[in-house]
């Protein structure tokens, strides 16, 4: 996908809100660190500690990439094609 402006991570999806797969390596980066953090809580969290400590974990690493996306993408807004 082609930008206006190459300077976005994270290009507007075509048909819908939010943001489509990354265009630069920095987003590839950033998303590769975020199934990475997915990967090491659901591995690392001992299940003594219940599923409310993955979530939260889960929650957290999720809510750190959608910043990323907000700051460093397309302005989000509902798209309904080209």
């Known amino acids: 996908m082609k930008t206006k402006d190459n300077n976005y991570w994270f290009p507007a999806k075509t ?5 489509g797969i990354p265009n630069s390596w920095h987003g590839w980066a950033v998303l590769a660190f975020y199934l990475l953090a997915i990967l090491l809580i ?34 989000p807004r509902w798209r309904w094609g080209r």
């Open 15 to 19: 048909y819908g809100w939010g943001w």
């Open 42 to 75: 659901t591995g690392l969290v001992p299940p003594v500690y219940g599923n409310q400590v993955s979530l939260i974990g889960i929650c957290a690493a999720s809510l750190v990439l959608i910043a990323v996306c907000w700051l460093k993408g397309e302005p």
